[in-house]
């Protein structure tokens, strides 16, 4: 298991205990100020799913960059093992040199 997913599963349990401990208080209307009046909101429950909202979506970020790192070393690792096989091939002698290539052009006077 990951350091990032055990991070995520331990804030996500700590919130489950807390939210089903103190249900009352995640229900619970705080007034707020707004621009124009004041609005009854459960702040704390608001506040708490917004959390575990964010560490779910951190999670899945880490997730899809591990992911896309792992593709990128797997290339990596492919085009390496290629030029391993052509410098094994030209080190051995069997490698042939492409038949379309240019003679050498002369320099021109001026």
């Known amino acids: 298991m990951r350091f990032s997913t055990l991070i995520a599963v331990l804030v996500l349990l700590t919130a489950g205990l807390f939210a089903y401990q103190n249900q009352t208080l995640l229900y619970q209307e705080q007034a707020v100020l707004v621009p124009g009046g004041t609005m009854s909101v459960p702040l704390v429950g608001i506040l708490l799913l917004a959390g575990v909202g964010a560490t779910i979506l951190l999670w899945l970020a880490d997730m899809v960059a591990t992911s896309a790192a792992a593709a990128g070393r797997?290339?990596?690792?492919?085009?390496l093992a290629?030029?391993?096989?052509?410098?094994?091939?030209?080190?051995s002698g069997t490698h042939v040199a492409p038949a379309t290539s240019a003679p050498p052009r002369e320099p021109v006077g001026r």
Do not use: S, T
């Open 74 to 79: 797997r290339r990596l690792e492919n085009r």
């Open 82 to 91: 290629q030029r391993e096989r052509e410098l094994a091939e030209l080190n």
